[in-house]
């Protein structure tokens, strides 16, 4: 499955149901989470940056993947960024070797061991 391939799915997902289709991010959005992603140890994996220049965030049914910066450009729920989220999760601690790029109310998806440059990707359930 290519990045394309998710970016389709979501947006009939999100048509399907009613939920708004956000904008891509542009090169500069892009640029500017990578660069504030330093603090979390590491850069989300390629992949997921291209998701977010083909829409930059969303929100359908419950399940969630963060924007580069917060806000709602197209209307719908207003969604944390990326670095935002992850900051605040830590703060609990237990996950700072990951970062969290999808969320749903019992689940999470991330990245692991940013500092490692991986790119696995890891499905969690919240206990």
């Not at 900051?87 to 990245?111: F, K, N, Q, Y």
């Amino acid at each position: 499955m290519t990045t394309n391939d998710v970016a389709a799915a979501w947006r009939a997902f999100a048509v399907e149901l009613g939920y708004p289709v956000q904008a891509g991010a542009g090169p500069a959005s892009v640029a500017d989470l990578v660069a504030r992603s330093a603090v979390l140890g590491g850069a989300p994996p390629p992949e997921f940056l291209d998701l977010l220049r083909d829409q930059n965030g969303g929100e359908v049914n419950g399940l969630r993947f963060f924007p580069a910066r917060s806000g709602r450009p197209t209307g719908g729920t207003e969604l944390p960024d990326l670095v935002e989220v992850n900051l605040d999760m830590r703060d609990g601690g237990g996950l700072a070797e990951h970062i969290v790029l999808v969320r749903a109310a019992s689940a999470c998806a991330r990245c692991t061991c940013p500092a490692e440059r991986s790119t696995n990707w890891t499905a969690s359930r919240w206990t």
